[in-house]
């Protein structure tokens, strides 16, 4: 807290100043926790969705985040209770991984493609800063094979930040190819820079984001992988383009719900120390705002709008709408005329993927 008042605000204050003015006022740690009922209530409606695959500090994590104040023992207690399956499945060994350093936020982002949803149509393609590990875009889309369109993730990102990293480090692909370019561009006036403001590589050695997926799917993904393995076992799904678009129209808008609501746990949870002393620990977006707490500074560069601008002009960006148009709107017609509703959970969605298809595949 003294830290943060004196980076943020010019306000020094000693420790035990600090301590006497929160007694004056009244301020003290939270011991008004939220009420048992409360908290089983949240938790068993996690556990309808991908909440299923959360262990017990992640789960903790996702209650603090809207607004749950509960005990981590209590959250552990209660998962186990409500999940023993899930509990028992979630004990796994723990791989061996390589040392990591980076210098400070915005000095390497790593991006990647996580591809074990693009066979049913839905691509999802993710940066994630070095140094904070802070997530800095996660989207999901028709393609992740579109080099205009990853490097417009790339290009809203600088201009949401105000700025471009010192490097981007990605996989061999083509699909960032104007990532590169763009990076490099923006870079074009750093002749004095000994390291290339790109690097590619294998993408199995993009360690950061590697790491991060495998998080993914073990929080979040893997409940969507086994429902849409479920309906191509048992039938409901062939690989073809329109069953591919419905399953766009049907999941991909709940799909980044859960993607945003997962990046936002993530990046305001706690990271644990680890032996690797070079990595930081704590919440990665304060690591990224405040890195002057970790003694490192901020790495980004800040981009012009003339720059910006002149990169825009060679992206596409996604659409409102998530799938084909003309499917988009016989989906919508047939909702309308059905007098449905868009899904609010998975389950609704598989059922109007399900209605959508025969009544499609009847007309033709």
């Not at 709107?329 to 047939?334: F, G, K, P, Q, Y």
Request: proline residues 4%; aromatic residues 12%.
């Amino acid at each position: 807290m003294r830290s943060v008042l004196s980076s943020r605000h010019s306000f020094d204050v000693s420790e035990r100043h600090l301590k006497r003015i929160l007694r004056e006022r009244g301020l003290s740690r939270r011991k008004n926790y939220s009420s048992l009922v409360d908290l089983v209530d949240f938790i068993r409606n996690q556990l309808q969705s991908s909440g299923q695959l959360h262990g017990y500090r992640w789960m903790y994590a996702k209650c603090r985040e809207k607004g749950l104040r509960v005990r981590k023992e209590d959250v552990r207690v209660a998962l186990k209770e409500l999940d023993p399956t899930g509990v028992s499945v979630r004990r796994a060994r723990r791989l061996r991984r390589r040392n990591y350093f980076a210098k400070g936020p915005n000095f390497i982002w790593h991006l990647d493609s996580y591809d074990k949803l693009k066979p049913y149509g839905i691509c999802i393609n993710g940066c994630i800063d070095g140094f904070s590990r802070k997530i800095i875009w996660l989207n999901t889309y028709t393609t992740s094979s579109d080099p205009k369109l990853i490097g417009g993730y790339y290009i809203e990102a600088v201009e949401r930040l105000g700025g471009y990293p010192r490097v981007v480090r990605g996989d061999l692909g083509t699909e960032n190819g104007h990532v590169r370019d763009f990076q490099r561009f923006f870079h074009i006036n750093h002749a004095d820079e000994s390291l290339d403001s790109y690097l590619d590589g294998a993408s199995t050695a993009n360690q950061r984001i590697e790491y991060w997926w495998g998080f993914l799917r073990k929080e979040c993904m893997e409940f969507w992988i086994c429902l849409f393995a479920e309906l191509r076992d048992n039938g409901y799904f062939a690989g073809g383009f329109l069953d591919k678009s419905l399953l766009q129209f049907c999941c991909m808008g709940l799909i980044q719900d859960e993607l945003d609501d997962t990046a936002q746990v993530w990046n305001t949870h706690t990271i644990r120390p680890s032996k690797n002393i070079s990595n930081p620990s704590g919440r990665p977006s304060v690591m990224y705002g405040l890195p002057e707490l970790y003694l490192t500074r901020d790495f980004l560069t800040s981009s012009d709008t003339e720059s910006i601008q002149f990169c825009k002009n060679e992206c596409t960006f996604r659409r409102p709408i998530p799938c084909d148009p003309d499917v988009n709107e016989l989906c919508n017609t047939i909702i309308s005329e059905s007098h449905l509703s868009l899904p609010k959970d998975p389950y609704q969605a598989v059922n109007l993927y399900m209605h959508l298809r025969d009544v499609i595949r009847s007309l033709l």
